[in-house]
């Protein structure tokens, strides 16, 4: 049964709340994150990232996403690698929690990757993940025309979801390319109101995530850093996020980045400290949300460890 929204609302937010808002039928439990920064939130993504800078290495980010238009997405990721045995293996912990419209979700993974030598410079990995998202549905903060709507006056009960990925990262001191599949496990929940779910292996939902980058210098304290991520899924087209930083004496990072028929952003970085820096960015939308949204903010803190005192700490470029 369709339901009619308040009048007041624009078709197109309609059409949008009808794609955030959780109605009838089954739902698909998890969404795939969008990041502006992904080139300084790689753990998330790639399980084989883990362990790839050679010492224990944390990022926080915070992303508000079409500020100004209730129900847009919010999210906050937090996560810490590092590497063991003699840097074969790398270990990781990532956390997200998300919001869009009226569902909640949370989600842990943790990571494991072996690393393998490639020269005397490169080294390649491969990676798995496994976790579970907590997954919630607030239907009650629904508003319809019809008064006491039966469908929207419950809450879908907390459940929780497995899943798992995997990756393979390659990387030097200034090339890096990886391809993962973070999640690989379908998720439904049950749209009535039930704890009922479904979870199941299905290749043609997979998401799959290429990225790469270089950095090579342009003088003695100006270097350019192009990367890109492209996102793949069945039956849908191809995203490709292009970014290109300059960085200026190994403080300032300067960045443009385009995302397909999508956005437009501007990126700045602060290596505040060789272990801390603080990243921003900002989204322009180029499609019709431009109308009814202020655009998009993320920011984001990294800080890498140091335990060896005696060793010189150079900022890492991945």
Not at 224 to 253: C, E, N, R
């Amino acid at each position: 049964m369709k339901k009619i929204f308040n009048a007041r609302i624009d078709l197109l937010l309609c059409k949008i709340a009808c794609l955030i808002l959780i109605g009838v039928g089954e739902t698909q439990a998890q969404f795939e994150p969008q990041f502006t920064q992904y080139m300084f939130n790689e753990m998330f993504i790639n399980p084989a990232y883990a362990g790839s800078r050679e010492q224990v290495a944390a990022t926080m980010l915070y992303r508000n996403q079409w500020v100004g238009l209730e129900g847009a997405p919010k999210t906050q990721t937090a996560s810490i690698n590092g590497p063991l045995m003699n840097k074969k293996l790398g270990l990781g912990l990532s956390m997200m929690n998300e919001t869009i419209g009226v569902t909640k979700e949370f989600a842990v993974y943790g990571s494991y990757a072996y690393r393998i030598q490639v020269g005397t410079k490169g080294a390649f990995a491969m990676g798995v993940q496994g976790g579970f998202i907590n997954h919630q549905e607030d239907l009650s903060e629904v508003i319809t025309n019809e008064e006491n709507d039966n469908e929207f006056l419950f809450n879908t009960p907390k459940v929780v979801l497995p899943n798992a990925g995997y990756g393979m990262y390659y990387n030097t001191d200034k090339f890096y390319a990886g391809i993962a599949i973070p999640r690989m496990f379908l998720n439904k929940v049950a749209g009535d109101g039930s704890a009922a779910v479904t979870n199941k292996l299905d290749l043609k939902n997979w998401h799959y995530y290429f990225m790469s980058g270089y950095v090579f210098p342009v003088s003695e304290s100006v270097k350019l850093k192009p990367s890109v991520m492209v996102k793949a899924v069945s039956g849908a087209p191809l995203i490709a996020d292009i970014t290109l930083h300059a960085l200026l004496k190994d403080v300032f990072w300067l960045g443009v980045s385009y995302r397909t028929e999508d956005s437009f952003a501007g990126l700045a970085t602060f290596q505040i400290t060789p272990q801390l820096r603080i990243g921003y960015s900002y989204d322009y939308t180029l499609t019709e949300l431009n109308n009814y949204n202020n655009g998009t903010h993320e920011i984001h803190l990294g800080y890498d460890f140091s335990f060896n005192k005696k060793k010189v700490v150079t900022p890492r470029y991945f």
